[in-house]
């Protein structure tokens, strides 16, 4: 190909104690849609807001069309035509789309501009397939509209690279496909497009070229269609990873967990849950798909009576826990697993002896209620061995562990108190890919001991991955339950986006 | 800023940084603080050398500090239960108050025809502890219940709580508790229930020991057993601390109870100690200075025990400064808060380094690492 539109050049950035990036070269075409890969860590999200200017390389070089640029401040890179959309997007909600497309640009009046924006909004959104309504207000667009929002701001700055940090986390399968429409188009356009990803399977069916990164480095740069998700894997991880995981035909047990008409609201009072009936059986995973802030998280902590039941019953076994405290369910043997491990699940100012007795911490005290810390911390040893949690000192404070290393401490926790039941939630987001293997293993484990399993999970491949059967969430109700032998990412996905599959529709139980 | 301060990848958590920064701050203060002194045409070194002496090396002076230093201590050990709980309770005047009225109470009555009539000194004393804790301890934690039972936001009702107090105390001194004569205070307490002088020619009285027995409780319940683990985790994440099964609610009303209980002892030791009746404006503050006194030692006992001896210190200097060179005792409030005001700024150091780009030569940047050799798997 003739001269790259972006060239970053040997760009080094340290922080203190680590390299972040380390001698990288980086090179984005027009006309093409670049996945960048890597785990966490591996110093992807460095690079990118080094060229989106919200970091300052220590050395290196940027250049674009083959002109060296200086780019200090994101304005700067603005003018230079670099975009991005951050995984949060940065919209005010409460203002409309126009509103929110022209705020900060540098503009003569507002009043005269706002209608000549809107017209441009319409053409770009007709031009590029991004059906949204200028004057729409930002809160009562669904998330796949949000994004479609930021993109056009990219677009009305006349940005000519286009960065997408993660772009698909919050949407269905369809909405992805419809994504990924867009932004061939795009690059057919002209733009040069960059993905930023973990997901191997969405750089195989959309990118052109893939640069990966591990610890700071390039490790490759290749093209899509020259490769392979294996290969990818490997390159990323540094090993041979197999994400398959063998999941054995078992015969489904006694029912353990039963959830009937369960009705739950959220922070702002709104219905989040209307009317769930699930019932989870022994020796079984039920996959929980849907996309996220549909009710999920709803249903977890009203599980637990973490968050208030309006109406419904929850029962283990023959117990009636609806309106019985944390403790009694824990003592009834439901363990639950957080999707906010750092807000919910740990005590990120504490060491990780302290942590790994929360819930059980009655335990540990001798009759006078002091702690025993002997006991302590043997136990903590032994939590930390039997996972292998790194590092392996148990005083370490939680706060510094890796999100791998403190889910396995949570998961660990659970799992040492021999529940019969887990509520699980989004196990594995923001994990590197060795730990989702070791967490996914520890989940399947679980089950084949017999434990029945509600796996909550943005995630459609985890899903499809360790369910025996998979329920679809959509607006606080189940859209219905499919055997994991019957379901496609067409059907579940359909189906996460409120779709019945009306032909078959095969045991949906309401 | 930018340019001169630069983000720390993660926040220091040393504690020897921490321990160097809070001296360099109260360094920084002193120097401050020391021009102050020059319009007096004072030699700020010699002042500082006085105020100190003063408090710590002179007998008399060390039993002073020791006095001042005991409510204090008690009031910073009830701010470490509350704030470590997440429980923000601001109303230690009020159960400073309200223990000082409980205990003059029980005093009072331990008379020949009083309730109590006459008692032993060490059963009048327990008496008269347990009598405050609980008055304090209902005190705090009728806030706690409104905070634990409805949510209601405690800093806002223990600060109204104090002035509830203050005229409580008020209305006591003019009624009920008042003494013959003009002025407005309870008559002095029998003198055997003051709590005994033990240092031959000070003021220091066993007021102290009450308190360092309180500093041995807190420390051990609150950093060793399981009811503190369960405050504390209370304290660091409500969230948490109900996931784990804890009963969020009752915890803040407890650490609300006890809280008031310690702040209640700091009245206690003031009457029956300093006093020796009770009467209006007996406070003066203490219950806030104990506040800044416990974030100063970082919410730890043996921290907080320090910073109070350290301010009552300077108080008492300050006093004798007053006395002795004329040179106005308020510099050392102004020193005081500049402590406060400099050691929260340099918690600003653990999250961010100083750089000084003015005096940085331009270097050629330097060479990292060479790029490990990766070699391309597959075609």
């Known amino acids: 190909m003739s001269s790259p539109y972006l060239s970053a050049q040997k760009i080094v950035k340290r922080f203190p104690g680590v390299i972040a990036n380390n001698q990288v070269d980086f090179t984005v075409n027009r006309g093409e849609i670049h996945a960048l890969l890597g785990e966490n860590g591996a110093g992807k999200s460095t690079l990118m807001q080094i060229l989106y200017g919200m970091y300052q390389m220590d050395s290196g070089k940027i250049s674009i069309e083959g002109k060296q640029r200086h780019i200090h401040t994101s304005k700067d890179a603005i003018k230079a035509g670099i975009g991005m959309v951050h995984q949060e997007f940065m919209l005010v909600r409460r203002f409309s789309v126009v509103e929110n497309i022209v705020l900060g640009m540098d503009s003569d009046g507002i009043t005269g501009n706002l209608t000549r924006a809107r017209e441009r909004i319409r053409d770009l959104s007709k031009t590029h397939g991004l059906h949204v309504d200028p004057d729409q207000v930002i809160e009562h667009l669904p998330v796949g509209a949000q994004q479609r929002v930021e993109i056009l701001k990219l677009l009305f700055r006349e940005a000519q690279l286009l960065i997408l940090d993660e772009p698909t986390a919050v949407l269905t399968p369809q909405e992805t496909a419809a994504l990924f429409q867009v932004l061939r188009h795009l690059a057919e356009q002209g733009h040069a497009i960059v993905i930023v990803t973990h997901k191997l399977h969405e750089i195989m069916s959309v990118s052109d070229r893939v640069t990966i990164m591990r610890d700071g480095c390039v490790v490759s740069a290749l093209e899509t269609r020259n490769s392979s998700e294996n290969q990818l894997a490997k390159l990323m991880v540094g090993r041979d990873v197999s994400l398959r995981v063998t999941r054995s035909v078992r015969p489904r047990g006694k029912p353990i967990l039963k959830i009937s008409d369960l009705h739950v609201t959220d922070d702002r009072n709104q219905k989040a849950v209307t009317g769930i009936d699930i019932t989870l059986h022994a020796g079984e995973v039920l996959g929980l798909a849907g996309v996220d802030g549909n009710g999920q998280s709803e249903l977890a902590q009203a599980l637990l009576n973490l968050r208030a039941i309006q109406s419904g019953q929850v029962k283990m076994a023959d117990v009636d826990l609806t309106h019985r405290s944390p403790a009694e369910h824990h003592r009834n043997r439901l363990a639950y697993v957080p999707a906010d491990r750092r807000h919910v699940g740990a005590l990120m100012g504490l060491s990780i002896a302290r942590n790994v007795i929360l819930g059980s911490h009655g335990k540990y005290a001798s009759q006078f209620g002091l702690l025993d810390e002997k006991k302590i911390n043997r136990f903590a040893k032994e939590l930390v061995r039997r996972f292998d949690v790194r590092p392996s000192d148990v005083d370490y404070m939680a706060g510094k562990l890796s999100g791998g290393n403190l889910q396995k401490i949570l998961l660990g926790r659970e799992i040492m108190r021999d529940p019969l039941a887990y509520v699980i939630e989004q196990p594995t987001r923001g994990l590197d890919v060795g730990a989702v293997e070791a967490v996914w293993r520890e989940i399947l484990s679980e089950r084949d001991a017999g434990k029945a399993i509600l796996l909550i999970s943005a995630e459609l491949e985890e899903i499809l991955n360790l369910s025996d059967r998979i329920a679809v969430i959509y607006e606080g109700r189940i859209m219905g339950i499919v055997e994991a032998g019957d379901a496609s990412i067409e059907k579940i996905g359909l189906m996460m986006a409120g779709v019945l599959p009306d032909s078959e529709a095969p045991e949906i139980r309401r | ?379």
């Open chain 2, 1 to 379: 800023m930018k340019g001169v301060l630069k983000k720390r990848l993660e926040p220091v958590e040393s504690v020897w940084v921490i321990a160097a920064t809070t001296c360099l701050s109260i360094f920084l203060a002193l120097l401050f603080g020391g021009l102050l002194f020059i319009p007096f045409g004072a030699n700020p070194m010699e002042a500082y050398g006085a105020l100190f002496a003063e408090s710590f090396t002179t007998w008399r002076g060390f039993g002073f500090t020791l006095v001042k230093a005991t409510p204090l201590i008690l009031i910073s050990l009830g701010t470490i239960v509350a704030w470590r709980t997440g429980f923000g309770y601001l109303g230690f005047e009020g159960c400073l108050l309200i223990g000082a009225a409980t205990a003059t109470w029980v005093s009072l009555e331990t008379v020949p025809n009083g309730l109590f009539g006459p008692l032993p000194f060490p059963i009048f004393i327990l008496l008269a502890i347990t009598a405050a804790l609980v008055t304090g301890g209902i005190w705090a934690g009728i806030v706690g219940v409104f905070r634990g039972r409805f949510g209601g936001n405690e800093v806002i009702t223990s600060l109204m709580m104090n002035y509830v107090a203050i005229f409580v105390v008020q209305y006591l001194v003019s009624g009920p508790l008042r003494a013959p004569g003009d002025l407005p205070q309870s008559p002095r307490l029998p003198r055997e229930t003051w709590l005994p002088y033990f240092l031959e020619g000070t003021r220091a009285h066993s007021g102290v020991f009450i308190a360092l027995a309180c500093v041995l409780v807190v420390w051990i319940v609150l950093l060793k057993s399981k009811i503190g683990y369960e405050l504390i985790v209370t304290g660091l994440n409500p969230k948490a601390a109900r996931f784990g099964g804890i009963n969020v609610g009752s915890r803040q009303i407890m650490a609300a109870f006890a809280a008031g209980g310690l702040g209640a002892l700091a009245g206690l030791v003031e009457v029956l100690g300093v006093h020796h009746r009770l009467l209006d404006g007996l406070s003066e503050g203490t219950g806030f200075i104990g506040i800044v006194a416990a974030l100063l030692g970082k919410l730890h006992p043996l921290g907080a025990v320090i910073a109070s001896i350290l301010y009552a210190g300077m108080a008492v200097g300050a006093d004798a400064m007053q006395r002795k060179a004329g040179l106005p005792a308020s510099i050392i409030f102004i020193v005081q808060s500049l402590i406060v005001l400099f050691i929260l700024a340099s918690d600003l150091l653990r999250y961010y380094t100083l750089k000084f780009p003015f005096f940085r030569t331009p270097t050629t940047p330097s060479v990292p690492p060479e790029k490990p050799e990766v070699k391309p798997i597959g075609t």
